[in-house]
């Protein structure tokens, strides 16, 4: 039995970081090698590729000699057996006789040919960090975000990487509403929160890119109207958070709060409880396939904006409010403006 100072209570995780099993398929497709299963794993490997080729150099090579040695011994035998028989060279002994020449004749280059798929994977390892600099930095994001919600009580449930798809599309503010892969979603009595991170470094602006918030908020619609319509949580209501792990900018969305990865525990330990225990358990049994699929059809006429109203909290403004507070900031960029 251990002192309470010495427990240590996490909030329950599921799932994995998206961004990251994004990148190690693509580093796959490229010619890592598939026993890194994870990007920890990539960066070791990149670390000991080197020594990994000159130890396959030197196995590749042991190897050759063994072959050498061995069609030598078959050789002499060869010979033998030709010269008690009054024969000359067999045609047998003269193909062994020429095989053990061509490997010693091209010996390092035999050896360099086998080593080709280890250099093809030397070349992405090293091209990583140029090529895949914001896939990293978006999973570097992502886990700093997890340590973060772990150190909520063990009454929390983290959910990652979740994809949630409504089998038939409608438009949402202007834009077709379908799918939507959400980062993280937390689930506690406080409530149910979608959250996206993002590892900013710079503005830019773009048309034909939903920002943060609008992604945030387009996936907590879709979650809303998924626990409303096909679980029977009418009553459960759902809020987006971006969170931002290294600069200290801040967006505006509407029904989405913006804050500091280090602001998301005390803001959520904040808030006044609003689920039972039971609900709690039933919206995490619904998501914890994290692959979600629905139809929503049979909801009637009813626009989606209004359904958006429905999900907007009653708190929403004071939930504004105490973020603000808790940074300590005002929001400084406008809506629509993208950040990457």
């Not at 909520?152 to 959910?159: A, E, N, R, T």
């Not at 773009?206 to 609008?214: A, C, F, I, Q, R």
């Amino acid at each position: 039995m251990c002192l309470k100072s010495e427990c240590i209570i996490m909030a329950t995780l599921i799932g994995g970081s998206g961004a990251g099993d994004d990148l190690i398929r693509k580093l796959h497709e490229s010619g890592v090698s598939r026993s890194c299963t994870t990007i920890r794993q990539v960066m070791e490997r990149r670390e000991a590729i080197d020594r990994a080729i000159e130890y396959e150099r030197m196995r590749q090579n042991d190897l050759l000699e063994r072959e050498i040695r061995s069609l030598r011994h078959k050789a002499m035998r060869r010979h033998i057996v030709d010269s008690l028989l009054f024969f000359r060279k067999s045609r047998k002994t003269e193909e062994i006789e020429s095989r053990v020449n061509h490997l010693r004749a091209n010996r390092e280059a035999i050896v360099e040919n086998s080593l080709m798929y280890l250099y093809r994977e030397k070349d992405v390892l090293d091209r990583l960090t140029r090529e895949y600099r914001s896939e990293l930095k978006g999973y570097y994001g992502e886990l700093l975000v997890m340590d973060s919600l772990k150190q909520l009580g063990d009454d929390y449930y983290v959910i990652s990487d979740v994809k949630i798809t409504r089998a038939y599309g409608h438009r949402f503010d202007g834009r077709m509403l379908k799918s939507a892969r959400v980062d993280h979603i937390v689930v506690g009595r406080k409530g149910v929160y979608c959250i996206e991170t993002k590892n900013w470094n710079s503005i830019k602006r773009t048309d034909d890119k939903p920002s943060p918030g609008e992604q945030a908020r387009r996936a907590s619609h879709l979650l809303y109207k998924y626990l409303k319509f096909t679980c029977g949580l009418s009553g459960v209501k759902v809020m987006g958070i971006v969170l931002y792990t290294n600069i200290a900018l801040k967006g505006r969305e509407d029904f989405v709060r913006f804050m500091r990865n280090d602001e998301i525990v005390p803001y959520l330990e904040a808030r006044p409880d609003n689920i039972d225990e039971q609900t709690v358990r039933e919206i995490v049994e619904h998501l914890k396939s994290r692959d979600i699929v629905f139809d929503d059809s049979h909801r009637g006429s009813l626009p989606d904006e209004e359904m958006e109203a429905d999900n907007d909290p009653a708190e929403s403004g004071r939930a504004a409010e105490a973020a603000r507070s808790l940074s300590g900031e005002s929001d400084v960029i406008a809506h629509g403006e993208e950040i990457t």
